[in-house]
């Protein structure tokens, strides 16, 4: 039996192919499945999306090193399991000095996230180049060596001007 994610992903196809049209907006397509007798959701629990509003704004904040003048990640998330079962994210402000164990936890989930995304760019690359062998092939690098280091090498004030 398909999940609800699953129908939801054909319906997509579905609609993409009634339009004949391959960029599709995600707003059509639910206004189209809602005439269609999709039933709207009920709206999340406002706590819920407030939580996840300030966990946003906590993960996107930076700051800068006094010393070095580098950006770095301000606020790290911690998933944990509580003791009724329930996972939960804890935040740590690096600047508190948290214990060492904790920033090393946060930073290897944040190492995790980057690895599934690279995965992903590799796969979808890859897929693309089969789809397209008369074309040249796109190459998707996974070494950000030197992508790294060519952009700590730069000072920020210069990448602050560039963007």
């Known amino acids: 039996m398909a999940t609800l994610v699953q129908k939801r992903q054909r319906f997509i ?18 206004r189209a499945a809602h005439k269609m007798g999709w039933k709207l959701p009920i709206p999340p629990d406002p706590f819920d999306m407030l939580a996840k509003q300030f966990s ?6 930076t700051r800068n090193d006094k010393h ?23 935040w740590v402000d690096v600047d508190d000095n ?7 936890k946060g930073l290897k989930s944040y190492r995790e996230q980057m690895v599934g995304e ?17 074309q040249k092939p796109i190459q998707f690098k996974l070494d950000l060596t030197f992508d790294v280091n060519e ?3 730069v000072p920020e004030e ?6």
């Open 13 to 30: 196809r579905w609609f993409r192919d009634q339009q004949k049209n391959k960029e599709i907006d995600m707003h059509e397509v639910a």
């Open 56 to 61: 946003e704004a906590a993960g996107e904040e």
């Open 68 to 90: 070095t003048k580098r950006v770095y990640k301000a606020q790290l998330a911690i998933t944990e399991r509580r003791k009724d079962g329930k996972q939960t994210t804890l």
């Open 98 to 104: 948290p214990p060492r164990r904790r920033v090393a």
């Open 118 to 134: 690279a995965v992903l760019g590799h796969n979808t690359a890859d897929h693309w180049n089969r789809m397209n062998p008369d």
């Open 151 to 153: 952009r700590l090498s």
């Open 158 to 163: 210069e990448l602050e001007n560039a963007g």
